[in-house]
């Protein structure tokens, strides 16, 4: 399975997800600069987390307008899986290819921790190797992660199974709407979520829950 | 030409920012404020002095890049 890391001026987990990828995958990833307008073949495309541009602007405003992304958006066009995280998904929304945006958090507060999440579907190739429910120990560190969708967007979220993850109910550490960690595209292809799976994927992390979350997709695209 | 761009959060985005500077208001005896909403303010120099040309060409820039138009509406102000 090969897969690709975009890097943008200010992503900083980068190397995390390398790491995790290559762990999973036994195959380094390729990693993209920002101002590459080609990507080579490959089965996932990974937008890291970090403070890409300096989240200037809005968070992820300036890097999903960056010269790669037009290639990303062409390559999930065609059904190439997109995972987006943290600062990934702020660009995924964005660029357009999930509803919404992320808000400064409700406590404005930087937020770094470990907080519990629920696997809200297995439904999808990110989260097939979870079983619905099933609660998850993930990190996050955002300033930006209250998600806001119209009431319409979130309803339609809901009805077409489309929350992949959840902050547990009542620990909620950002005051996202409907305690909304991760979304899905409706082509259930792209992922955009908050938590860090990537650094809760070896033994000496807190938590190995993010594991599964890359064999998973390893299941699908190999 | 000049170009002044407004851009404010619309009504129903809930700004956490906007709260907080509220309240420090209220702590500084400005009893009076009801709300407060944060925006911001883009100051463009441009090169033409065609009034309609300016204003379609950053309209489409708020559309692509200086506005969320999920979170935000746009005001434009031209000047020479």
Redesign the interface.
């Known amino acids: 399975m090969k897969t690709a890391v975009i890097v943008f001026p200010g992503s900083n987990c980068d190397r995390d997800v390398a790491v995790a990828l290559r762990a999973v995958t036994g195959t380094a990833p390729a990693m993209v600069w920002h101002g590459d307008s080609v990507l080579p073949r490959t089965d996932l495309i990974v937008l890291p987390g970090g403070f890409s541009y300096g989240d200037y ?2 968070c992820g ?1 300036m890097a999903a ?1 960056s010269p790669v992304m037009q290639a990303v958006l062409e390559a999930a066009r065609h059904g190439t899986p997109v995972l987006g995280i943290c600062n990934g998904f702020q660009i995924l ?2 660029a357009g290819l999930l ?3 992320l ?6 507060s930087f937020v770094c921790r470990t907080v519990n999440v629920e696997v809200a579907t297995a439904d999808s190739a990110f989260t097939r190797g979870y079983e619905a429910g099933a609660r998850l120990r993930l990190p996050i560190a955002h300033h930006d992660g ?1 998600y ?3 009431a319409e967007t979130l309803d339609r979220l809901e009805e077409e199974d489309r929350v992949a993850f959840r902050y547990v109910e009542g620990e909620n550490p950002n ?1 996202s709407a409907r305690n909304i960690a991760g979304i899905l595209s409706r082509s259930r292809t792209v992922l955009g979520l908050m938590p860090h799976p990537e650094r809760a994927a070896e033994p000496v992390h807190p938590s190995t829950d993010g594991r599964a979350l890359f064999e998973g997709l390893l299941g699908v695209m190999a | 030409m000049k170009a002044r761009v407004h851009v404010t959060l619309k009504p129903g985005v809930v700004d956490p920012e906007g709260a907080a500077i509220a309240r420090s208001l209220g702590r500084l005896g400005f009893g009076g404020v009801e709300a407060v909403r944060v925006g911001k303010v883009f100051e463009l120099a441009l090169a033409t002095s065609d009034t309609d040309a300016a204003r379609a060409e950053v309209e489409a820039m708020c559309e692509k890049l200086l506005a969320n138009p999920v979170i935000q509406s746009y005001r434009i102000e031209l000047a020479d």
Request: proline fraction near 5%; charge should be positive.
């Open positions: 602007l809005r405003a307008r929304t964005e509803p919404g945006t808000l400064r958090n409700a406590g404005l209250n806001f969708a119209d005051g």
